[in-house]
């Protein structure tokens, strides 16, 4: 019953004042780069004389406001680009208004954002970053690589899965909770060397979104967090280089325009060589033989055929390679893995209230291994593999409503650990097959303004999802290819609110209902490339996660600082873990491996922002617990989680010398990862025994780390057709040796009947500098 009430509450809401009326007109249009003609996602666009009214531009660059008939001012601004004030006259008529942006801000008025310098007080987001790539490349990285994931864990509510691990984990949830977006295309595997650098070249990428808390209802599939990623467009105007050679790897990205002012292309590429170099050093060694190399490739091009209709395609391709070879032991194997994309999209505006987009996206991840000595040889594949439309509508109807709604449907394929082994003339396969569903969903959202002190945005998701044959169920039915197997449906209400105190705080609430259908069970901290996704069936029910919280948002000095405290309590159901006495095998059918149960994950999150002025960054501090509870797993007790951490500190800052020089710094503190220690020790009939304690029970030492990076731009002349930087950076600048997993050493004697078992810490990374020369080149505009 509730639930039909939401649903007729959010019609009533959406619909009622719909109508649009005479008296109101509309602006809109697109905001560009002046220099490149890249769309600028999220610049502000508010009126001068009310700046409670305005809006951002969506992920295209676009934007609609509605206001009653009369003139008006328009104060438009983005992120490191001149602020401009446009008069307009809405007195008779719509009106278009496209607006390009001429980047370069005075130094002493460098910010560190791209939105409203009041949003963090007046939107209804919460626990929702954006971070541009160029503040993402000032903090300071291992080895001088730029990493987006690396980021984004040094946000509160964000933890880190390791040492120098790309993995992240969000406000309790598992590494497969997280949706990970390219181009609208999902990523599912979002690292590389086994996670310690993320897939996402900084050169490619335009912007990065990060949304923990109030998940709107466009978005689904996941319970934890989103990380939208949009790539760069190409520059229309002009060609140009850019790129950086550093110690592991070297990077170029290439662009300019097709048609110039109509159509652009982009096109980056990274690739790894440092054991490449290091061939002349291995050989003669154990590791004689031995090769790993990463590659990333974006591609994009697009084309403006007027000013309602665009199109856009856009793809990734990325692999990791890891090869052995022994001809004195007739010894090999090879190990690739990596990620597919492609996006087509096509915006289209019917007229200044409504924008259309419809992408086609396609995207895949594989593993495999194959390898052998003599006579055998082993094969195992696994993967997953997407074909996805989505259509969304943009609509603007009145000036105190902006309505979103849509359609999504996705064909999935995916393939178990498919193993095949030969030894001479005996063969052996595990036989087992790709895993088909559909999984659909319709959704509506309502940004509801009722008058300057409240706002609220009111969304309902509907998904369903059908898992497919072959399949053999629980009773033994055997269902042929394409036979539905089972269909789950869920509504997903998704509501959020903001109450304005006064112009410089205010109060926020929200509640994020979400299904998840497929699932990743990991017996490690972090998702490996040997993990597999497995679909909701018969055995394996979807995962439920129900979100509340609530946020006091304040900022201080005329929005120089800004600062939230925001506490959550998430409900998880349907959770999934391995049995005790698991032992992976790739004979086996995951899903009957796994046990089933629930969770819980609450806390609190400190944010201080300081946006403004030649010294900016923030800290952000973490209070939380998250539990878990199976029967199937120590006698039903709860217990800690991997990633349960009770303090979670970050410091980033960033320092603007001069035009020439620009120094960062992070330090990062947190609660050691929890893990399972020895109890006991014991003999059984000569057997050597070992005992193990409650699960999670013991914690690793703390983790913290502080690093330093410095940047030194020999010509800041931004008007120069080439430009280069230099960034010297040092990781881990005292030393600390933290944890990287802790092993066993166990000693015993059987004619005493003793025994004893040392744990010894493995740490990774030491203090490592580096340095990386960055470099753009653009051509003469003509």
Excluded: C
């Excluded at 059908?466 to 169920?473: D, V």
């Excluded at 800041?716 to 990287?740: E, G, I």
């Amino acid at each position: 019953m509730h639930r039909l009430f939401l649903l007729a509450l959010l019609f009533v809401l959406a619909f009622s004042s719909a109508k649009a009326q005479d008296e109101n007109h509309t602006v809109s249009g697109y905001v560009t780069d002046s220099l490149t003609g890249e769309t600028l996602i999220g610049a502000n666009v508010v009126i001068l004389e009310d700046e409670t009214r305005g809006t951002v531009t969506n992920t295209y660059g676009f934007y609609s406001l509605k206001l009653p008939a009369g003139r008006y001012t328009l104060r438009i601004s983005y992120l490191g680009y001149t602020e401009q004030r446009i008069p307009i006259d809405l007195r008779e008529a719509d009106q278009r208004l496209n607006v390009a942006l001429l980047e370069g801000v005075a130094l002493e008025e460098v910010v560190v954002e791209s939105k409203p310098a009041d949003r963090n007080v007046a939107s209804t987001d919460m626990g929702t970053v954006e971070l541009p790539v160029e503040n993402i490349k000032k903090i300071p990285a291992v080895f001088g690589e730029v990493d987006i994931l690396k980021a984004l864990q040094l946000l509160p509510g964000v933890l880190s899965a390791g040492e120098g691990n790309a993995g992240f984990y969000v406000r309790g949830g598992g590494p497969d909770q997280n949706l990970v977006l390219l181009d609208e295309a999902v990523v599912y595997n979002s690292g590389h060397l086994l996670g310690f650098f993320s897939v996402f070249n900084p050169d490619a990428i335009k912007n990065t979104t990060l949304i923990k808390g109030g998940m709107p209802a466009y978005y689904g599939g996941r319970l934890s967090s989103v990380v939208d990623i949009q790539m760069k467009e190409g520059n229309d105007q002009q060609f140009a280089l850019d790129g950086g050679i550093g110690l592991i790897a070297s990077r170029l990205t290439v662009q300019g325009p097709i048609v110039k002012g109509r159509s652009s292309f982009i096109v980056s590429g990274r690739r790894t060589y440092a054991v490449d170099l290091a061939q002349p050093l291995i050989r003669g060694t154990e590791f004689a033989g031995t090769n790993y190399f990463f590659y990333d490739l974006n591609a994009k091009v697009n084309y403006r055929f007027s000013d309602k209709d665009r199109l856009y395609l856009s793809g990734y391709f990325g692999r990791d390679v890891l090869k052995f070879r022994n001809p004195e032991r007739d010894f090999k194997f090879d190990l690739p893995y990596g990620n597919n994309t492609a996006t087509l999209r096509w915006n289209h505006l019917f007229n200044s209230e409504l924008f259309m987009n419809l992408s086609f996206i396609y995207n895949e991840y594989d593993f495999s291994f194959g390898g052998g000595q003599g006579d055998f040889t082993v094969d195992v594949f696994s993967g997953v593999r997407d074909w996805n439309v989505k259509l969304d509508f943009d609509w603007f109807p009145t000036p105190n409503h902006s309505i979103r709604y849509g359609l999504n449907y996705i064909y999935h394929r995916l393939t178990p650990n498919v193993a095949n082994a030969q030894n001479g003339e005996t063969a052996f396969s595990n036989n087992l097959e790709p895993r088909y569903a559909h999984e659909a969903a319709a959704y509506i959202q309502d940004e509801i303004r009722i008058g300057p002190r409240f706002s609220m945005n009111v969304g309902l998701r509907f998904s369903l999802f059908t898992h497919l044959g072959p399949y053999i169920g629980q009773d033994s039915t055997v269902y042929e290819r394409g036979e539905p197997v089972v269909t789950y449906t869920g509504l997903e209400p998704r509501f959020s609110a903001r109450y304005k105190l006064n112009p410089t705080a205010s109060l926020k609430a929200g509640i994020t209902t979400a299904y998840q259908y497929l699932h990743l069970v990991s017996n490690s901290t972090s998702t490996l490339p040997t993990d597999v996704w497995v679909p909701s069936t018969e055995r394996v029910k979807p995962q439920l996660g129900i979100q509340y919280a609530v946020g006091y948002f304040q900022n201080f000095a005329d929005n120089m600082f800004e600062s939230s405290v925001e506490l959550y309590y998430r409900d998880l159901r349907n959770q999934i873990d391995y049995g005790e006495n698991y032992v992976n095998d790739i004979a086996d059918d995951l899903e009957t491996q796994f046990v089933f149960g629930t969770g819980r994950s609450y806390g609190m999150e400190l944010f201080l922002k300081k946006a403004k002025g030649r010294l900016s960054g923030w800290i952000g501090y973490t209070l939380s617990r998250t539990d878990r509870q199976f029967p199937d797993i120590d006698e039903g007790r709860r217990f800690p989680t991997i990633y349960d951490r009770r303090h979670d500190l970050s410091v980033v800052l960033n320092y603007q010398l001069s035009p020439k020089w620009e120094f960062g710094a992070t330090f990062v503190y947190g609660t050691g990862n929890a893990f399972t220690p020895v109890r006991s020790l014991y003999f059984i009939e000569n057997n050597f025994a070992t005992e193990y304690g409650d699960r999670n029970s013991a914690r690793l030492p703390p983790y913290h780390r502080l690093d330093f990076a410095a940047t030194w731009t020999p010509n800041p002349d931004s008007q120069k057709r080439f430009r280069s930087t230099w960034t010297f950076s040092v990781y881990n600048l005292y030393n600390r040796q933290n944890p990287f997993f802790i092993f066993y050493d166990f000693e015993t004697n059987t004619a005493q009947g003793t025994s004893r078992a040392t744990a010894f810490q493995v740490s990774l990374f030491p203090v490592i500098p580096s340095v990386t020369w960055n470099f753009k080149w653009k051509s003469k505009k003509k």
